[in-house]
């Protein structure tokens, strides 16, 4: 029964791996691969000092039925208990600092950079093209596939944690310092990304978005990104920028292009062509945008956003419609 309880979890294990965008057991990424082989040779170590410990004890059992228990028991204790898990446990410590070395190897110099600061609960992430200026955006990161890419990671509030687990292993974002982490995919696809350490009411709410594009595409994205805002085109959405900006949204958030440039909040430049909205909480659709504005503390306990719950359903609306639109 044990046997078979242990096959059904492997097996289930396995399962869950598959087609799974955050799963440390399906790596898309050089680091994540390491981890991963970390992993399955430690279930194989543990394993194997199962088998042994319950081995000897069943022998040392049966022994003990028989009358020369005492030999029996010294198997169990020296071979079961000292000398094997010694043996398995250190060659998997050696094997394991041996690791160590390469998943803290530096980046070229020609990489692209990601500085991304961990906020109550959000990721502000900021590029700066070669030669050109930073551009903002937040909760997502988009990365050329076969690069190592090395990421600058801020805190100004609490520690959060940075956690891609498709593409490597976590990293603290510690108040005061800047940890380095540096992360190279190797297929396409989008991953999730968590916050992995408690920082907060909303801390279950802090997700981001990994997008691992071929090198073309990923140029052509972040000079989408670095362009203003395209002015609104239809009624619904002129009347939506002209409440975003009487509202005070501006106080806090930038819109490239126009007056909105307060810079506490996420940049909402190009927010309509994010996959997800409010750190992965929401989907990216008016209605969505609606629900956020006007029921902001139901959907994110205790983020710093006021609700907006006073404003009138088309005044909501048009604000959807115009956040939606920015593209
Ligand atoms: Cu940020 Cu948990």
Not at 130 to 142: C, P, V
Not at 179 to 206: D, K, Q
Not at 220 to 227: G, I, K, T, V
Request: hydrophobic share 45%; net charge positive; proline share 7%.
């Amino acid at each position: 029964a044990a046997v078979r309880s242990v096959a059904m979890t492997l097996a289930l294990v396995g399962l869950a791996a598959c087609a799974n965008p955050q799963s440390t057991l399906a790596p898309a990424g050089v680091e994540a691969e390491r981890v991963a082989r970390l992993f399955w040779i430690m279930t194989a170590g543990a394993t194997l000092v199962w088998i042994a410990v319950i081995g000897f004890a069943l022998y040392a059992t049966r022994a003990n039925a028989e009358r020369h228990g005492r030999n029996a028991s010294r198997w169990l204790i020296f071979g079961g208990g000292v000398v094997f898990p010694t043996l398995v446990l250190g060659a998997l410590l050696a094997y394991g600092l041996a690791m160590m070395p390469p998943l803290r190897a530096d980046a070229s110099p020609g990489s692209v950079r990601v500085h991304v600061s961990g906020e109550q609960w959000w990721w502000r992430v900021r590029y700066r093209p070669a030669g050109g200026k930073w551009i903002e955006l937040a909760n997502e990161i988009r990365l050329p596939v076969g690069e190592r890419t090395e990421f600058e990671l801020v805190s100004p509030d609490v520690i959060h944690s940075f956690w891609i687990p498709s593409l490597g292993g976590k990293m603290d974002m510690i108040p005061g310092r800047v940890n380095r982490l540096v992360l190279e995919p190797t297929r396409t696809g989008v991953f999730r990304g968590v916050c992995a350490e408690y920082c907060g009411a909303s801390h279950a709410h802090m997700e981001f978005v990994a997008v691992v594009l071929e090198r073309d595409a990923f140029d052509r994205w972040l000079r989408h990104q670095a362009a203003p805002a395209a002015p609104p085109t239809t009624p619904i959405t002129q009347r939506g920028e002209q409440a975003f900006l009487r509202q005070g949204c501006g106080g806090c958030h930038v819109v490239r292009g126009t007056p909105a440039n307060g810079p506490l909040g996420p940049d909402l430049t190009h927010v309509g062509s994010r996959l997800s909205l409010a750190a992965g909480t929401l989907p990216n659709t008016a209605p969505a945008f609606a629900r956020w504005i006007s029921r902001t503390h139901a959907v994110k306990p205790e983020v710093l956003m006021p609700s907006y719950g006073m404003l009138s359903a088309d005044e909501v609306a048009a604000l959807a419609a115009y956040l939606e639109s920015l593209q």
